[in-house]
Each structure stands twice: as structure tokens, then as C-alpha cells.
């Protein structure tokens, strides 16, 4: 016996030695990747020496004698905090993800060969201009001058992720980076799934004030009434069960409740305390672990700019120079139109034009799987688009049989200047020359706002597509592709885009929300992202006759929901303070407690607060029972309470009234009743999820922000070291926006909000202020890979000063890129 247990001893103890030598090797092949800040490289296509300073957050300031040096340091700096995430986006751009992931990825690649992103990037290029191409040509040497470090000093190929996949990465490309501004508008892109989301609302609900109900227009000046989409399209399908989007997380394809959002606000000299402009600004995307945005300096010929950059493009994005401040909000432009094309039935190679019928332009692409045989797919174009699959979005379920579904987006344009526009931007003095030099801007289209010392501005830039007034749809569902007054007849002219300059009352901000009201076709868009925000946001910017850089800070972060303001006496007014006392351990008690404490709630969705979970969990719950009779299996893809709809119902707007009663019951319910019972619901979920104890309840427990890694963030014991998850405020609704995930288990998640967030004072500039919401490293063994996320969580900044002196005073390192002789 004491031989055996001898050597179990000796055995458990080799395999001690084991792990601890296995988990020290893995330790140490990732740690190789991890740069060196302190370091002077000689290295080729340099014309003279870069200084990259690393200030205490690791945000680097780059020098250098000429401009494309410049840009070269930023291609490095980027490789060296950034490369996974830089191959990820350009292996999606090109549809090239399962050649790492497998079969699992496959239907992401086939639909970007199908959209030929990629390739339109690469023709791009030829009408950027010369600048431009300079930029891009010596960031891209940045970068593979970093890959090239790394290949010839074994650095762990350049990221822990490479090891783990086998991902080789090939030179970095001038088209890469156009590419990469591509796939960002594919993210922010909401128009397609609008139309099938409209047109299939319009089939099970012919009624049109039925659909207007469910899918309200902001409000605003109505709009004339629509044909039923059967009368559109006759013979479409009026049930489909189509195959959902691609749940992986490296999936570009975003529902319509994350196309895009953001925040951004000026105030001119006479409305700020200081005498100088402000500008703040905090874009909204899907939440990673790192950021999709990445914080820099460059000091270019023309002057410093800093701000949020994103890996794999040469462009400050939203930020500022000594002179000119900017940022971004997603416009929600009409800028995709779905089309319905009918098949030759004599020539299925062939789809009707108002000219007859003419063969799709064809091309065979093959795209290569991990551990299967390539899979060969052959992408169709029409005159108005490529051809999509049925299965997405559920195009399936709004195409009748014969007929393909294809697709016209500004974002595919061959002659796409975008970046030269943005490059532009960054060197502009003034707010007008910053308007005209974004004339060249063409996708995603977005709201920017400008400010310089004196003036403030927002224009909308990007292209709108132009459609002749007897458009069938007015852009709002499918049409028929083979009617020439639905096809687009080119593009506005830019004049055409809203412009808003040095407005009378001194402020001027977005919140996605509709920002003109113009009869079709000069529209803009029927489709806005905000009609709550924005209450808010007037109310705290016309509360105070002039403004600081601190009330500005104080709005982003601002948790009250005007939603919950609003709805809440709506919902409850029969409920409240009414009958008797419920014994204690009933559902009546429950429902009483939770009134009472919802009775004396402000509205704030504060994280440490039990009223935001009642409340939402409510709203989620009503709105299910409202619509799931008339909307069947349709009802599960409304993923997100829709305030409009709510108060329309319970005001009675139009008959919308009649939403409350259910059809398939004999009595008549009355919005009272669905409240009650919508309620009961809510709580019945809360008790099996959180526990009957409603006062102890956290809103910041459900509403956990996930920066998770895209893919690592599901391994076992891994996914504790490389996502950050925090309790956060906000919602839905507020101007600290947390857009819930609307789904699953978690449908409280905090998935989409401001990865960065900035606040510019030019009366003080060195005093304006930015951070983002997890890290600059996208090293998960960096230190730098977290130490941003809990700032942001608690609404804390770093400073934004292009004072080198002051870089230099706590810099955490200087990397010196020399000229290889």
C-alpha cells in the first residue's frame, strides 16, 4: 500500500510539474507578443525618424519630419497593440474567416463575397487622391514593418491569438484599410432589414394604421400612406421561417436595434460660461474586448490632431486639432433600397429589366474552409445590386417564387472617397472648409458635428441616393426592381444634405433623431434612431443659459430615461393606489410592493436602483402581450420595446387601442388589464431570475456591459481573463446609452453604447477630455488591455492635450523608428 500510494505521489506531483511547465510555456509564447515600448528600431521606408510617445495611458503621440512618416508610426503603433483585431476586420472585409474558423464562419464569408466589398475597396483606390494614397501606402509599411519585427525576433506572432488559431497574417495593403471603412458602414447599416422587417409587418397586418402603430414614424409631419406590400409584390409569402443571422460574434450583419447610434452636441461661444466653443461627442457600436476604437495623436504637417482612431485606417475619426473640433453620429440616411427581381421563367440566368430581360452579371468565387473541402459559390449582380440569399434577414420571407432579392447600397460604390474626405477633415481650419472638404464622403453616411473658435455647425455628409417621386415604396419596403421609377437616379447633390451652421440659439446636438422633415424624395429618411434621447437632451441643454465642459460630461453621462418619465403614468394609472392591502406572499402584494416603489422613482436608471429592472422588465413583458396575437412568430423579431407604439396604444391614438385586446379571447381586454398582467409577468420572470426580494434588487446586475473577446470570450476558464464585464447605469432610452441585448437569458445585457467618449473645450483645449471602455492593448496579458474600463464605468476621463511636455511628463515609454541605412 505504501508503495502505491508512493507512487501516486511521485505521479501526481510529475503531473504538477507539468501543468505548471505547460501553463509556464503558454505564458511565456503569449508574453513574446508583448511590445516594447522602450525601443529604437532601424527600419525601411522611412525618410526620416518617428518618435512614438507613449503617454501614462498608452495613447501614443507620434512626430515625425513629413506626413507619411507620421502615418507610418500610426500603421506601427496600431500593429503592435492591435493586430488581431486589425486581421479579424480585414479577414471579414474579405470574406476570409472561415480559412481560421472553420465551417462555422462560412455563411459570414458567403455573404460578404456576395456584397464584393473587398474588391470595391480595391478599385477605390484609384480615385483617391494624392495625399491620400500616401497615407495609405506608408501606414500600410508601418504595419508590415512591425510584422516584420516580429517575424524576424520571434515575438510570438505578434498577438496570443495567432498561436491559438494559426492565422497567418499577409502584408497589409493600401486597399485593407479602405476595406476596413466598408465593413464599419456594413455595421452601421440599418435600411435592409427595415424594409423586410416593414414588409412583412404589412402581410400579416394589411391595416395600415395598424402598421404605423407597431413601426411608428418619428414624430413630425405624417406621411402620405403606402400600398400594402402584397399589392407591391403580389404572391409573396406570408409565412416564412427563414435561418437566423450568424450568431458568431465576428458576424458584421448587426439586428436593426444596433445599426448604429451615437451623441454629439455643441454649444457656441455665447452659451459657454468659458467664451469658447464645445463640442462632445460619444459614438455608439457593439461593445469588444478591446474597443473597436483605438485613442492617437498625430502631429502632422498641418498641425497636432488626437482623438479616436480605429486599427486599420489612417484617420482620426472623432477628435481635434488646435482648430477644429468633430465628431460622428450615425445620420440613419435612406441609403439602401431592396429590390425584388423577377427570374426569366424561360432563363433562370436572366432577371427582368424596364428594357427586358438581361443576364446577371456573374463571377465564380471560392472560398476556402478550415479542415473541409473549398466551397465554390457563384455571385449574381443586377443593375441595382448583388443578389442576396433568402436567408438573410429573412429576404425569404418577402420574395415570391420566380423572383431574387437584391440589394442597392451607397457603401458599394467602386469610386469611394471617403478616407481621402476624412483625411481632408483632419487638416481643415474652420468649420466651413471642414463642411466643404466632407463633400467627398460617401458611406456610412453620418451627422457631423463642428466646432472651431467661433463658430459651430452640423452637416450631414455622405451620399443619398436620389429616387424619382413615383417610387412605389418611397424606399420604405421592397419594390419591384424591374420598374424603372423605383430604380435610383443617381445621387443628391451634396447641397442637398441637412446643414446646420452658427444657429441662433447658440447649441446644436444629435441623438440620432430626426433632424428635418422634407417631402419625398428629399426626405432623407424615414427611419430615425431616437425619439426619447432627445427630450432629455433639449431639457438639459435649455436648463442652463451657458454651459461648461463639466455640464457637458454631465449630459453624457445623464441615466434619466424620459421613456420611463412618460410611459409609466401611462401604464400604471389604473393600478396605482388602488384596492385593499394583498396578504403578504400573493402575486397582488408583489404587484402592490412593486408599484409602490416604481410610485416614487425618478426615472433614473441608475445601476445600484431595483426600479430600473421592475420597470423594464415590465415594458418587455407588455409589449410581448400587445403584439404577439397579431404578429404570430414575427413578434419574437420586435426584440425592443418601442416607447411610441406603447404610448399610442395606451392613449388610444387612431385606435391603437385596439392592440390591448386580445383576439383570440372572447372578453374584451382593456390596456388596464394588460398592464396588470404584463406586470405579473415581469414579476414572476424577476422572482425566478433575481430572487422575490424586489428592494434588493440591482439594476446594474442585469445590466452588465460585455466586452467580451470575439473569440475567446466563450472558452472555459479563458473567457475570465480576456472579458470585461461591469454593472453599469443607463438603458435603452437614456443619453448614457447601454442598448440592451433584447434576447436570451440575459436580454438585460449592456451590449452597444460609447466606446469613446470625448469632450472638447476651445477655450481651454488642453482641458478637453476623452477615454474609451477598455483599453489601447488588445493584449489580454497587457496591462493596458483593461485599465480604461472601470474610468469609463465611472464616467471618468483622461486628458486630451497635444502639449508633448505634458505626454512626456509620466510617459510609460518612447519608441525612436529610424530610417534603415
Not at 484609384?126 to 517575424?151: F, H, K, P, S
Not at 451620399?463 to 419596403?477: E, I, T
Amino acid at each position: 500500500m505504501a508503495y502505491l500510494f508512493k507512487w501516486l505521489l511521485r505521479l501526481t506531483a510529475a503531473l504538477l510539474v507539468l501543468t505548471v511547465g505547460a501553463v509556464g510555456l503558454v505564458y511565456y509564447l503569449a508574453a513574446r507578443s508583448l511590445p516594447d515600448y522602450d525601443a529604437t528600431l532601424d527600419l525601411p521606408g522611412l525618410t526620416a525618424p518617428v518618435e512614438i510617445l507613449r503617454d501614462n495611458a498608452n495613447v501614443p503621440h507620434i512626430f515625425g519630419a513629413a506626413d507619411a512618416d507620421v502615418f507610418y508610426g500610426l500603421g506601427f503603433a496600431h500593429a503592435q497593440d492591435r493586430l488581431w483585431q486589425m486581421t479579424m476586420l480585414r479577414r471579414t472585409a474579405q470574406g476570409r474567416l472561415s480559412e481560421v474558423f472553420g465551417a462555422r464562419t462560412l455563411e459570414i464569408d458567403k455573404l460578404l463575397r456576395r456584397l464584393d466589398l473587398y474588391p470595391r475597396a480595391v478599385a477605390s483606390l484609384e480615385v483617391q487622391d494624392a495625399r491620400t494614397l500616401r497615407a495609405l501606402e506608408a501606414y500600410a509599411m508601418g504595419v508590415n514593418a512591425r510584422l516584420d519585427q516580429i517575424n524576424s525576433e520571434a515575438l510570438g506572432r505578434g498577438a496570443p491569438e495567432m498561436f491559438l488559431f494559426g492565422a497567418p497574417m499577409a502584408p497589409w495593403r493600401p486597399a485593407d484599410s479602405l476595406a476596413v471603412v466598408k465593413l464599419m458602414a456594413l455595421q452601421l447599416s440599418g435600411h435592409l432589414e427595415a424594409e423586410v422587417i416593414r414588409a412583412r409587418v404589412s402581410l400579416e397586418l394589411p391595416d395600415d394604421r395598424k402598421i404605423g402603430d407597431i413601426l411608428p414614424d418619428a414624430p413630425g409631419t405624417g406621411v402620405a400612406a403606402l400600398p400594402e406590400y402584397a399589392a407591391l409584390v403580389p404572391g409573396a409569402p406570408r409565412h416564412f421561417a427563414g435561418l437566423p443571422l450568424d450568431p458568431h460574434p465576428l458576424s458584421p450583419f448587426k439586428h436593426l436595434a444596433f445599426a448604429g447610434a451615437s451623441n454629439a452636441w455643441a454649444a457656441a461661444p455665447d452659451r459657454s460660461a468659458s467664451g469658447g466653443t464645445l463640442l462632445a461627442n460619444d459614438p455608439h457600436l457593439g461593445f469588444s474586448a478591446p474597443a473597436i476604437w483605438y485613442l492617437a495623436r498625430l502631429e502632422l504637417q498641418s498641425g497636432g490632431v488626437i482623438g479616436g482612431t480605429i486599427p486599420g485606417m489612417p484617420v482620426v475619426l472623432t477628435g481635434r486639432s488646435a482648430d477644429l473640433g468633430w465628431g460622428l453620429t450615425s445620420s440613419y440616411v435612406d441609403d439602401q433600397d431592396v429590390y425584388v427581381e423577377a427570374l426569366n421563367p424561360d432563363n433562370p440566368q436572366e432577371y427582368r429589366t424596364p428594357d427586358g430581360f438581361k443576364s446577371f452579371e456573374t463571377r465564380r468565387s471560392i472560398i476556402n474552409v478550415k479542415d473541409a473541402d473549398p466551397v465554390t459559390i457563384t455571385l449574381r449582380w443586377t443593375d441595382n445590386g448583388p443578389v442576396l440569399p433568402g436567408s438573410h434577414y429573412n429576404l425569404g420571407a418577402i420574395t415570391p417564387p420566380g423572383h431574387v432579392a437584391s440589394l442597392a447600397w451607397t457603401a458599394l460604390s467602386r469610386r469611394d472617397t471617403s478616407v481621402s474626405a476624412a483625411l481632408r477633415l483632419m487638416a481643415a481650419k474652420s468649420v466651413r472648409e471642414g463642411i466643404a472638404v466632407s463633400e467627398g464622403y460617401i458611406a456610412p453616411s453620418q451627422n457631423l458635428t463642428l466646432v472651431d473658435s467661433r463658430d459651430i455647425a452640423m452637416k450631414t455628409i455622405g451620399v443619398m441616393p436620389r429616387r424619382d417621386a413615383a417610387h412605389q415604396s418611397k424606399g420604405r419596403m421592397p419594390s419591384q426592381g424591374w420598374r424603372s421609377e423605383n430604380r435610383w437616379q443617381g445621387r443628391m447633390p451634396y447641397a442637398a444634405n441637412p446643414e446646420f451652421v452658427a444657429p441662433a440659439g447658440g447649441i446644436l446636438g444629435n441623438t440620432n433623431n430626426k433632424t428635418v422633415e422634407r417631402p419625398f424624395p428629399n426626405h432623407v429618411s424615414y427611419l430615425w434612431g431616437d425619439t426619447q434621447r432627445v427630450q432629455r437632451w433639449q431639457r438639459l441643454m435649455q436648463n442652463r443659459q451657458v454651459h461648461t465642459r463639466d455640464s457637458f460630461i454631465e449630459a453624457q453621462l445623464d441615466t434619466v430615461s424620459f421613456a420611463a418619465r412618460s410611459l409609466l403614468p401611462l401604464i400604471g394609472a389604473e393600478l396605482w393606489f388602488t384596492g385593499e392591502t394583498a396578504p403578504e406572499g400573493t402575486p397582488e402584494r408583489q404587484r402592490q410592493r412593486a408599484l409602490a416603489l416604481l410610485a416614487g422613482w425618478s426615472g433614473e436608471m441608475n445601476e445600484h436602483l431595483p426600479e430600473p429592472l421592475i420597470y423594464t422588465a415590465w415594458l418587455r413583458s407588455l409589449q410581448a402581450r400587445l403584439i404577439q396575437d397579431e404578429l404570430g412568430p414575427l413578434a419574437q423579431e420586435i426584440t425592443h420595446v418601442e416607447p411610441l407604439f406603447i404610448e399610442r396604444a395606451f392613449r388610444d391614438v387612431d385606435g391603437a387601442g385596439v392592440w390591448c385586446d386580445v383576439l383570440q379571447s372572447a372578453p374584451v381586454e382593456s390596456c388596464a388589464d394588460m398592464a396588470r398582467l404584463a406586470l405579473d409577468d415581469a414579476l414572476i420572470w424577476i422572482n425566478e431570475t433575481w430572487g422575490p426580494a424586489l428592494e434588493s434588487l440591482r439594476w446594474g446586475d442585469a445590466h452588465q456591459a460585455t466586452h467580451d473577446h470575439q473569440v475567446l470570450g466563450d472558452v472555459p476558464l479563458l473567457r475570465y481573463f480576456v472579458n470585461i464585464r461591469q454593472s453599469t447605469s443607463g438603458g435603452d432610452f437614456t443619453l448614457q446609452r447601454g442598448r440592451t441585448r433584447g434576447t436570451g437569458p440575459d436580454p438585460f445585457f449592456n451590449v452597444h453604447g460609447a466606446g469613446y467618449r470625448g469632450v472638447y473645450d476651445f477655450a481651454d483645449p488642453d482641458s478637453s477630455v476623452f477615454i474609451t471602455s477598455t483599453g489601447q492593448s488588445g493584449h489580454f496579458l497587457s496591462r493596458h488591455y483593461d485599465d480604461m474600463a472601470q474610468l469609463w464605468r465611472r464616467g471618468e476621463y483622461i486628458p486630451m492635450s497635444l502639449d508633448a511636455d505634458l505626454a512626456r511628463a509620466a510617459a510609460v515609454g518612447v519608441t525612436v523608428l529610424n530610417p534603415a541605412k
